[in-house]
């Protein structure tokens, strides 16, 4: 049973890695023959938000305890990643050329070799140590880049298009422009605390979100209806 779940843990994380790699390439691709960060949606977007979404059995790992992380974190940064994949890029299409999604895809494909190379390499052994010197200082660089100038930067010019559309006005209970403006409030202050270490647990994420800002950015996005 253990050398089961090795392996599958190990053919997880080696697809997901080969994925990743394909979108790096792809993106690399693109900009080496355009000589340009637009476009870069259309020659990777689709891969990358269907390699996120299969990212969600890392949530099942941890719940079914085949991997030592609990659910909680890897489930807030699944969510955080897939809500700004699905809910913004893909669904706000003026935003895709924007050098932001340059930026956090290509921070997002370059941390993921690294992580899903060194999840795999430590499921037959150990990993070279170059792998794992990257794997815990790569993220000091990649992970403020990908969010400063990439995540909060779209998610600041998607804001004229969610107010204008009232986008999901009809399926959620609350504003959701209330609710990424607060959310963009939190996270310059968010990125210091959250960059400052790695916190390695397993086949999870390197860098938990926290909780407790995006709850409050839900909160105050909420109306409050007299009883």
Not at 202 to 222: E, F, K, N
Request: proline share 6%; with cysteine; hydrophobic share 45%.
């Amino acid at each position: 049973m253990a050398k089961l779940q090795t392996l599958y843990l190990f053919s997880y994380n080696f697809l997901q890695f080969l994925g990743w790699t394909l979108a790096l390439f792809r993106i690399l691709s693109n900009f080496i023959s355009t000589n340009s960060v637009t476009g870069v949606y259309a020659s990777a977007g689709e891969l990358i938000c269907l390699l996120q979404c299969c990212a969600f059995l890392e949530v099942i790992h941890g719940a079914i305890g085949i991997v030592p992380t609990g659910v909680v974190l890897p489930l807030m940064q699944w969510s955080g990643r897939t809500h700004f994949l699905l809910a913004i890029v893909r669904q706000i299409v003026e935003l895709q050329e924007s050098p932001s999604v340059f930026i956090t895809f290509s921070a997002w494909s370059l941390s993921e070799v690294i992580r899903y190379s060194h999840y795999a390499l430590s499921c037959i052994g150990s990993p070279p140590y170059l792998i794992t010197y990257l794997r815990y200082t790569a993220f000091i660089l990649l992970y403020p880049v990908g969010v400063g100038p990439g995540e909060i930067w779209l998610m600041y010019q998607a804001l004229p298009f969610i107010k204008t559309r009232n986008l999901y006005a009809d399926t959620l209970p609350f504003s959701y422009y209330n609710f990424v403006k607060k959310c963009n409030l939190h996270c310059p202050v968010n990125v210091a605390s959250r960059s400052a270490f790695p916190a390695d647990i397993g086949s999870a994420s390197v860098i938990p979100s926290s909780m407790a800002q995006t709850l409050s950015a839900l909160v105050q996005a909420t109306p409050i209806k007299a009883g």
